[in-house]
């Protein structure tokens, strides 16, 4: 223990460095070690397939001189044509040769005749080197693309894992923020209940605004436990005939206190019994959230319009705002869970980035959808919410 304790703090941070990080450098450097030996094997075959062809060229032509040297001296002319017993050599007229620096003439009785390799063996061996080149390159070019591969797939692992601990601190900080908010302002209210510093004439806005930090608390908690059933898979709709124009009232006028007066518009110019096939908790988590998407993102001057849409299979109910809208091209990124790191979705950092996610995932739970449209930046921006049309509706 005493040796541990006269360790330099360098020696401990490195340590803990190499537990949090260590298997990133040994996948490194066994990618590298992959890479060098596979460029060493490559050049090594490469040269012992071109050592191969030298050598093949080589005894071709020692076994023509061998030759030449064994009819230079014989008694009997030599016939024209492969010799006996060895058809990669044969006997031609010298006079009918190109230049040509195989050849060998024979001795001076035999001047008028030449041997040397035969040009099929010579091209059989340049053909068989070519393919061998050919086999090495793909196979090495192959090696390479894979390795490649693996770094890119490293390089993309690594930075997913550190922005997945990006996501997961600011979702973290983010859900931090919004339990104590509230907290925050219900003790400030009961603090002053509590001291009896209150007038009559002025209970009533503070009970409002202690209401409003109640429903807010709600809709996190309900938000986190969707959430959190969600990623396990363990979360299942009910759906049942909802008839949407009493339902959506009755929705809108239950979150009064939370908007100004005017806020909240539903166009109500759809037929009264339109109807859908909805779980009627699912589908309030859902209006929840793109309610408290729009406040969330256009502030005190919020202005919602909620028009619903019947169609013959489905029915669409849009929410249009007046916020500060989003580019195109993020249209499904905002859908992404976590997705509000800095800079990445205008509009402020509140909420934990889970509303939209929960609300598409619990709207295709009901064989519905939920999609994201925008103008682009300050041209506000528009959530069509998509359920199925009740079965029995004429």
Not at 2 to 21: G, Y
Request: with cysteine; hydrophobic share 45%; glycine share 6%.
């Amino acid at each position: 223990m005493k040796a541990l304790r006269s360790l330099p703090p360098t020696f401990f941070a490195a340590v803990a460095w190499m537990r949090l990080h260590g298997y990133h450098l040994l996948f490194t450097a066994t990618l590298v070690s992959m890479i060098s030996l596979a460029a060493w094997w490559t050049v090594f075959i490469y040269s012992a397939v071109r050592l191969e062809y030298a050598l093949r060229n080589e005894i071709l032509s020692l076994k023509a001189a061998n030759a030449a040297v064994q009819l230079g001296s014989a008694a009997a002319a030599p016939r024209p044509g492969p010799l006996p017993g060895e058809p990669a050599i044969e006997v031609v007229e010298a006079d009918l040769l190109p230049a040509e620096p195989s050849a060998i003439r024979l001795g001076p009785s035999w001047s008028r005749w030449a041997i040397r390799p035969r040009p099929a063996e010579r091209e059989e061996i340049r053909q068989r080197f070519r393919r061998r080149t050919i086999m090495v390159v793909g196979e090495g070019t192959l090696l390479a693309i894979l390795l490649i591969t693996s770094c890119g797939m490293l390089y993309y692992l690594i930075y997913i894992e550190k922005r997945a601990a990006a996501e997961k601190r600011e979702f973290w900080s983010r859900a931090t923020h919004e339990i104590k908010t509230p907290i925050t302002g219900l003790l400030a209210f009961l603090e002053t209940l509590k001291r009896q510093e209150l007038r009559r004439e002025e209970l009533l806005p503070m009970v409002e605004l202690a209401l409003r930090q109640v429903e807010r608390q709600r809709h996190l908690a309900e938000n986190l436990l969707t959430g959190q059933r969600l990623e396990r898979g363990k979360s299942s709709t009910k759906e049942i005939k909802l008839i949407l124009k009493p339902y959506l009232a009755d929705f809108i006028r239950g979150h009064g206190v939370n908007f100004s007066r005017g806020a909240v518009l539903l166009d109500a110019d759809f037929p009264e019994e339109t109807a859908v096939q909805a779980d009627p908790s699912a589908l309030h988590v859902i209006l929840d959230n793109l309610l408290d998407n729009a406040q969330k993102y256009a502030g005190e001057k919020m202005k919602l319009k909620i028009s619903v849409r019947p169609e013959k299979e489905f029915c669409e109910i849009a929410f249009s705002d007046n916020g500060p809208g989003f580019d195109p091209a993020m249209a499904e990124a905002v859908f992404e869970a976590h997705r509000r790191l800095s800079g990445e979705l205008p509009g402020t950092q509140h909420g934990t980035g889970m509303g939209l996610f929960i609300s598409r995932a619990l709207a295709r739970n009901m064989g519905g959808d939920l999609r994201a449209e925008s103008a682009g930046h300050g041209r506000g921006a528009t959530f069509r919410l998509r359920l199925k049309t009740d079965e029995k509706m004429t």
